[in-house]
């Protein structure tokens, strides 16, 4: 069982604002031996508030240029590799206000709701909405598809009909693996030459032109949209 201190937290903290293991035993009461522990298993560096005031940290100078450049706490500690209690500290010391947050942009956005799958594929971990769950995300009052914003990402504009993956997936989110309606038509065009079945009829057994209402399956097979629209109105009209 791991031994979890009663002021752990305080102590942590303590180290964080850059006090020493004697002066946080004075605070807390905790042994010196404690304190250090935290210290090495929290990552935290040496003190930088000491019985005789505060120790210059190791790359002060450099902490304090990237402040006057407008960079974060969280980018700073990142780019010099020290801790964001040092930076909180010093720019404080300085007076320099922290940077306003910008907003993440709709691709930022929809890229922290995309997980990694095998074989390059992209899983949606974001909002789904309708029986068929499809992945959508909001964005300064609109909705989106995330499949739509992927495909934007590719070729840099806005997908004719719908965009969806192509990659055999189920609902992947993939900049590479998604088409827009001309796209996957000429993908399946493709798919249906290579398989030696030749290009789809110009109109379908009831007379309707393939060219308005012509449609290819995945694997390359021809139908009529408007057939399969009518025959399932029948359908209902018979129930």
């Known amino acids: ?19 020493t293991n004697t002066a946080i035993r004075e605070r807390t009461g905790a042994d010196v031996s404690t304190v250090a522990r935290l210290r ?21 100078a450099q902490i304090r ?5 407008g960079l974060s706490n969280t980018a700073i500690a990142t780019k010099l590799g020290v801790d964001r209690a040092a930076v909180r500290r010093i720019r404080k010391e300085t007076g ?23 074989g390059g594929h992209l899983e949606w971990t974001g909002e789904r909405v309708n029986a068929s ?18 495909f934007r990402q590719r070729t840099g504009r806005d997908p004719v009909g719908q965009a969806k993956a192509e990659c055999g997936v189920h609902q992947c989110v993939a900049p590479d693996h998604v088409e827009d ?18 290009e789809r009829p110009s ?10 209402h012509g449609r290819l399956s995945p694997d390359g097979v ?18």
Do not use: N
Request: hydrophobic letters at 30%; aromatic letters at 4%.
């Open 1 to 19: 069982m791991i031994f979890r201190h009663p002021k752990q937290d305080e102590i942590r903290a303590l180290l964080a604002d850059g006090l």
């Open 40 to 60: 090495a298993d929290g990552g935290f560096g040496p003190a930088t508030i000491t019985r005789r005031g505060t120790r210059p940290h190791p790359k002060d």
């Open 65 to 69: 240029r990237l402040l006057r450049k």
């Open 96 to 118: 320099i206000p922290s940077p306003e947050r910008q907003p993440l942009s709709l691709e930022e956005k929809w890229k922290q709701r995309t997980r990694p799958m095998e």
């Open 133 to 150: 769950r499809t992945p959508v995300m909001r964005y300064k009052e609109a909705t989106y598809t995330a499949a739509a914003i992927a």
């Open 181 to 198: 309606e001309p796209g996957r038509t000429r993908l399946r065009e493709q798919l249906r030459i290579l398989l030696g079945k030749g």
């Open 203 to 212: 109109s379908c057994r009831r007379g309707h032109d393939q060219g308005e």
């Open 222 to 239: 021809a139908y009529c949209q408007l057939c399969h629209v009518l025959g399932r109105t029948a359908r209902k009209g018979a129930q």
